[in-house]
């Protein structure tokens, strides 16, 4: 079935350690790449004919390693960029909480509502990964494509393909890619392989 793949970042230093990861040049440790690996060997019996990823390094080595594996084409698109949290950057939820108080609150009552310091609007980047996704999509619904997405931009991702209000961004973030059957815009069930058996993810010991 022809679908959109939203692939997560697999895990880096910076997400091991509970640290907010936005535009720092942060890759993937080596459970990391054998997780997009997995993914990519899950993906090669049907994969997509395109992955597309942002220039970040997680977001490139993501890409690569599914390029390589399932031998599909690899493209760049800013719009997919990860989230700018600015001063936020490389902050756990502790020290987010105890330096910013009262934008954190605000930040966990109402994602939208807020920009980090120094960063960019979290509705703003929302609208810049609707504007990617849409481009990429066109009208190519017959075919499977993926996009590779750091952890706010994937939240954000979900929430405009599952049309779904973007109350808590923590609810959002995924460990695993999740497959769409078009349309894209329209409510969809989220499906991850692991819980229905469809091939995106390789499922663990």
């Given at each position: 079935m022809a679908s959109l793949i939203l692939i997560p970042?697999?895990?880096?230093?910076?997400?091991?350690?509970g640290r907010?990861?936005?535009r720092s040049p942060v890759s993937l440790t080596d459970q990391g790449r054998a997780q997009a690996l997995a993914w990519a060997d899950a993906m090669v019996k049907d994969p997509p004919v395109a992955v597309y990823s942002s220039s970040e390094v997680a977001s490139?080595?993501?890409a690569g390693v599914l390029e390589k594996r399932?031998?599909?084409?690899?493209?760049?698109?800013k719009d997919l960029a990860e989230v700018n949290v600015g001063?936020?950057?490389?902050?756990?939820?502790v020290e987010l909480k105890h330096r910013y108080p009262k934008i954190y609150k605000r930040w966990c009552?109402?994602?939208?509502?807020?920009?980090?310091?120094?960063?960019?609007?979290?509705?703003?980047?929302s609208d810049r990964i609707r504007e990617g996704i849409a481009g990429i999509v066109?009208?190519?619904?017959?075919?499977?494509l993926a996009v590779v997405l750091g952890p706010f931009s994937f939240a954000l991702a979900r929430s405009i393909v599952e049309r779904s209000p973007l109350v808590d961004i923590h609810n959002f973030t995924n460990v695993e890619p999740l497959r769409y059957p078009w349309l894209l815009g329209q409510k969809a069930e989220a499906r991850s392989a692991v819980a229905t058996g469809e091939a995106v993810v390789a499922k663990g010991d």
């Amino acid at each position: 079935m022809a679908s959109l793949i939203l692939i997560p970042w697999p895990e880096t230093s910076w997400s091991l350690a509970g640290r907010m990861i936005g535009r720092s040049p942060v890759s993937l440790t080596d459970q990391g790449r054998a997780q997009a690996l997995a993914w990519a060997d899950a993906m090669v019996k049907d994969p997509p004919v395109a992955v597309y990823s942002s220039s970040e390094v997680a977001s490139v080595e993501t890409a690569g390693v599914l390029e390589k594996r399932a031998n599909i084409k690899r493209k760049e698109l800013k719009d997919l960029a990860e989230v700018n949290v600015g001063l936020w950057d490389g902050l756990t939820a502790v020290e987010l909480k105890h330096r910013y108080p009262k934008i954190y609150k605000r930040w966990c009552d109402d994602p939208f509502s807020v920009c980090p310091p120094e960063g960019e609007e979290f509705s703003a980047a929302s609208d810049r990964i609707r504007e990617g996704i849409a481009g990429i999509v066109g009208d190519r619904r017959d075919r499977t494509l993926a996009v590779v997405l750091g952890p706010f931009s994937f939240a954000l991702a979900r929430s405009i393909v599952e049309r779904s209000p973007l109350v808590d961004i923590h609810n959002f973030t995924n460990v695993e890619p999740l497959r769409y059957p078009w349309l894209l815009g329209q409510k969809a069930e989220a499906r991850s392989a692991v819980a229905t058996g469809e091939a995106v993810v390789a499922k663990g010991d």
